[in-house]
């Protein structure tokens, strides 16, 4: 099974609620000054598309702001907030025009959902079949496929690549480990002068002076200025940038978080499924039951609660953490907040296209499947295509 062969192979749309699209304006006028553009973007991340966005109209990077993250390896398109002038703006894998005038920045809650399509190649028959069949006992006959809300692997960072999650190691005023894990791991897709960065840092970790020198220039080398200048490893992690801060956390809870799911769908038993796949057939069979249980992501100030306590207390033993002990020492900032997130939800509208034979693999007898869906924000098409099989 191949996704993402090509950009266009991976298609998301994103879609905002009814009531906040209608109050558009088409003009600005009092009570209506944030200008709302719809950014359409390919093998791009969310925060470099705004920032090429923000240059291409001369303002401040933060003069652009998105609702919600979008797929890098991907054709996308989404709403963004922008405090400037401006119609219309382009360049290399992006483009961006003014859609109308809202009274307030658009946040998540504003996105009704994101509308997918996707190709899934290199098939066999029976892998197409078996796709099928998973499609039929998710959806039940109700026309949305149930699934465990987990969230997706490319939230992991660091974790990725065998390396552990920097988070763990933060908690227990590690820090210097952490900022390792977070610019000093190389990854395959890396390219530029990230592909540069983390290979060089990760060759030569710990000559602070040399790496300062020769490192190429982006805002995760001020951690190494740091250290250069004989820092400590907490100010080196402060000195990176905020996004790199809040995801680092953000990684290590979703996954406790995973886990806890896991364990309450299986029923709190140590024995289980073998994987996801197979835990999300269970959640669909249980979608009446789980449907609206909400669970937070692990914090100190989560309030423990049935169902899913027992889950919880279970994922974080594992990790060789209590919930109390999730704070960053020292720093204020990046904090382990929980808000809470459904267990389950709901791939509305799935409709699968295919076998169709696959013109980019011609001669081998292998085939692709044309995927359909919209999820609420902040649900995992990933997840999606592994409750299906794939």
């Keep these: 099974m191949t996704i993402r062969r090509l950009p266009g192979d991976f298609r998301v749309r994103e879609r905002l609620r009814e009531d906040v699209a209608r109050a558009l304006t088409p003009t600005a006028g009092p009570g209506h000054a944030v200008a709302v553009w719809v950014l359409e973007k390919e093998s791009l991340t969310t925060p470099e598309a705004t920032a090429k966005l923000a240059r291409a109209l001369g303002l401040a990077a933060d003069a652009v702001t998105h609702a919600g993250l979008k797929d890098k390896h991907a054709v996308t398109e989404q709403h963004v907030c922008v405090r400037g002038d401006g119609e219309h703006a382009e360049g290399p894998g992006w483009s961006a025009r003014r859609i109308g005038f809202a009274a307030r920045t658009l946040t998540a809650a504003d996105i009704e959902c994101n509308e997918f399509e996707i190709i899934v190649r290199d098939l066999g028959r029976a892998a197409c079949a078996e796709m099928r069949e998973r499609a039929r006992v998710l959806c039940g006959g109700s026309g949305g496929a149930w699934f465990v809300n987990y969230f997706g692997d490319q939230r992991f960072g ?190 509305g509208g799935l409709t699968l296209e295919g076998p169709r034979e696959d013109a980019e693999l011609s001669g081998r007898g292998r085939f692709r499947m044309r995927v359909r869906f919209e999820l609420p924000s902040g649900s995992y098409a990933t997840e999606v295509l592994r409750a299906l099989g794939q």
Excluded: Y
């Design 158 to 347: 660091s974790a990725r690549h065998g390396e552990g999650f920097a988070a763990a190691h933060l908690v227990k005023g590690e820090f210097i480990e952490a900022v390792r894990l977070l610019i000093a791991t190389p990854a395959r897709k890396d390219t530029g002068t990230r592909r540069a960065f983390t290979r060089m840092a990760a060759a030569r970790w710990g000559e602070w002076a040399a790496l300062a020198k020769e490192l190429p220039g982006c805002p995760e080398r001020a951690a190494v200025e740091a250290l250069a200048l004989g820092r400590g490893g907490a100010e080196a992690f402060a000195a990176l940038p905020h996004f790199l801060r809040e995801m680092c956390v953000d990684a290590w809870q979703s996954h406790l978080w995973n886990e806890a799911a896991r364990r309450l769908v299986e029923g709190g038993g140590t024995s289980g499924p073998r994987g996801r796949e197979d835990t999300h057939l269970l959640a669909a069979g249980r979608a009446a039951e789980l449907s609206g249980v909400m669970m937070p992501l692990p914090g100190p100030e989560m309030e423990m609660r049935e169902p899913w306590r027992g889950a919880m207390e279970a994922a974080l033993a594992d990790a060789g953490v209590r919930a109390e002990e999730l704070r960053v020492p020292g720093l204020r900032r990046p904090r382990f907040g929980s808000p809470e997130r459904a267990v389950v939800a709901c791939a």
